[in-house]
């Protein structure tokens, strides 16, 4: 599982990416960050996972539209800086130039390992 | 600017809406009306705000937190759904701002497209490019 998460890093303009229990610890990280920053990322990530899950399902029970839930992943964007979250996976990517449907792909084949 | 006619010639592309930093509907195309309609993007509006706000907390806190910078602000906003997904961009109001036109911002910008033929990155080149300024 460690080398299918690594896998990810060799895609262009993905700079850190870590795996999360459903409680949000931290199980692994790779990338250019500290592993402190990587435990707080987990952190953050697995907050808002949870965050956007409780937002769709109030969206498909108010909406009664099938096909929001369960939600497969997220992106948040910033001027330089991508968080992409997929199951119990995020990437720190860069916001222009990396190659986003490859990268969303490949999360989700990792996190169903 | 990318219009909301233009994002709904992207592939996959089931509807576009403009809408406030509030949430509230300003304006729709809709391409399957028998299976969306003016209530759902209203929600769907609603929900992208509040989830653009969370993550503007998130981002300010972990710029504050860890001195990185490039997250904050916070340009756009995606989730991937089981089927659909939407895929909704501030930037065009970040760019007002950073010249000063606060006092009249545009609204975001999104689009709701079909998992199966869903593009990201044409949506973001078409929410965040050039044409995107008035």
Redesign the interface.
């Known amino acids: 599982m460690s080398g299918m998460i690594r896998r990810l890093l060799a895609l262009e303009g993905v700079n850190v990416v870590c795996q999360f229990r459903d409680d949000g610890s931290f199980v692994v990280g790779y990338g250019r960050m500290s592993q402190e920053?990587m435990v707080?990322?987990a952190r953050?990530a697995h907050?808002?996972r949870r965050?956007?899950q409780g937002?769709?399902d109030?969206?498909a029970i108010?909406?009664g539209?099938?096909?929001?839930?369960?939600?497969?992943?997220?992106?948040?964007?910033?001027?330089?800086?991508s968080?992409c979250g997929?199951g119990n996976l995020v990437c720190m990517v860069d916001?222009q130039g990396a190659?986003?449907?490859e990268i969303?792909l490949e999360l989700r084949e990792v996190s169903h390992w | 600017m990318a219009t909301l006619d233009a994002l709904l010639g992207l592939p996959g592309a089931m509807a576009a809406f403009e809408f406030r930093g509030s949430g509230e509907l300003l304006d729709h195309r809709i391409a399957y009306p028998d299976r969306i309609n003016p209530t759902l993007l209203d929600l769907l509006a609603h929900m992208c705000a509040a989830n653009l706000s969370i993550a503007t907390l998130q981002a300010r806190g972990w710029e504050q937190l860890t001195a990185m910078r490039g997250f904050y602000p916070v340009q756009a906003f995606t989730l991937i759904g089981f089927d659909w997904s939407v895929v909704v961009s501030g930037l065009n109001r970040e760019r007002h701002k950073q010249s000063g036109q606060v006092s009249s911002l545009p609204p975001f910008l999104g689009v709701v497209m079909a998992n199966e033929r869903a593009d990201y990155e044409a949506a973001f080149a078409l929410l965040e490019g050039p044409e995107a300024l008035p």
Not at chain 1, 65 to 81: F, K, L, N
Request: proline fraction near 8%.
């Open positions: 920053d707080q990322m953050f907050d808002y965050m956007a937002n769709a109030q969206l108010f909406s539209m099938r096909g929001w839930t369960p939600p497969r992943g997220w992106i948040v964007r910033g001027g330089a800086q968080l997929v916001s190659p986003l449907n969303l």
